[in-house]
DNA sequence: TTATTTAGTTGACTTTGTCAACTAAATTTT
DNA sequence: AAAATTTAGTTGACAAAGTCAACTAAATAA
């Protein structure tokens, strides 16, 4: 590795961060923090979670996600259903309620993402995917060996 | 371009908010927040900014920044020098406490990326670096159509 | 059985960020 | 040039996001 790689590579990171922020501003738009969509898309395509796979997940604190189970509880988009085999734990599900409001907010995410590469030319499109998938590959690649 | 892009894109948006994450974590537990060192970043970079020029750059609230530089002048990390020509405005610029400061933070984010990199072949670092670079030159494209 | 650990909740708190009202200087309009 | 509007930055009040530690109850280990 040369020392221009970490330049690059934070370079690429400042504007990656941008762009998530840019992302991410819409959302913010929406009646849900960050986390509580992460979380709602995990249930979405997980199908059920107990609080600490959640906290495995992400990493979040338990009182936090206490408070925001409770809050998705309140407005109805979970079940939680509490474990037979440990009365401690509970396991957490979208309800269809949940279901519906979490693809109203992915299909604006991909109208969103839609926006942003409608404006690039096709064969542009296609290399600039082939290589974030390539970066992301190597990417993960550098994580494994953490 | 095809539905398909949209959700790789996506994918790599997951993946590297996550990325980022864990990175600026690391700044989190240096005394400032994570707006404090890009502005920072911005300063030691281009050496004298108003407060309005911070705001056009980041888009950032302006009662939040005028706090966020009173903390910077009370640490003694920048001057405000009032502007000659607009009595309203003052230019600020790291003092040296504030670049060395900078420095420190700086040095540290470098190490986090080496650290990282290093656990990557060479070569597989020599490509990461290629594709991220073409795909923010592709993504910047895109953006410039916006 | 006692001790320890684990799952989740709650209260008190800090940090982060937003909004609108405000002062003073600059600029535009008339 | 006077009045009206805009711009630069500050301040207070507040909301949202996130952290920390103490707590209950159940599960597991000693």
Chains 1, 2 share one sequence.
Do not use: W
């Not at 504007?15 to 998530?20: H, M």
């Not at 929406?30 to 992460?38: A, G, I, K, Q, T």
């Not at 599900?93 to 604006?108: H, I, R, V, Y």
């Amino acid at each position: 590795m040369k020392p221009q790689h970490i330049q690059e590579l934070r370079a690429f990171n400042r504007f990656y961060t941008n762009i998530i922020g840019l992302l991410d501003r819409h959302i913010l738009n929406s009646n849900y923090s960050l986390p509580e969509v992460r979380i709602m898309y995990e249930l979405y395509h997980r199908s059920a979670l107990t609080a600490s796979d959640i906290i495995a997940l992400f990493d979040i604190d338990k009182g936090y996600l206490s408070r925001i189970l409770k809050k998705f509880e309140k407005s109805k988009l979970i079940n939680k259903i509490s474990s037979p085999s440990d009365k401690r734990a509970f396991v957490v599900q979208l309800s269809s309620k949940g279901k519906k409001e979490f693809e109203t907010l992915n299909k604006a995410s991909d109208k969103q993402i839609e926006n942003f590469l409608k404006n690039l030319p096709d064969k542009d499109c296609d290399d600039l995917i082939k290589k974030i998938n390539e970066a992301q590959k190597l990417l993960k690649k550098g994580l494994g060996h953490e």
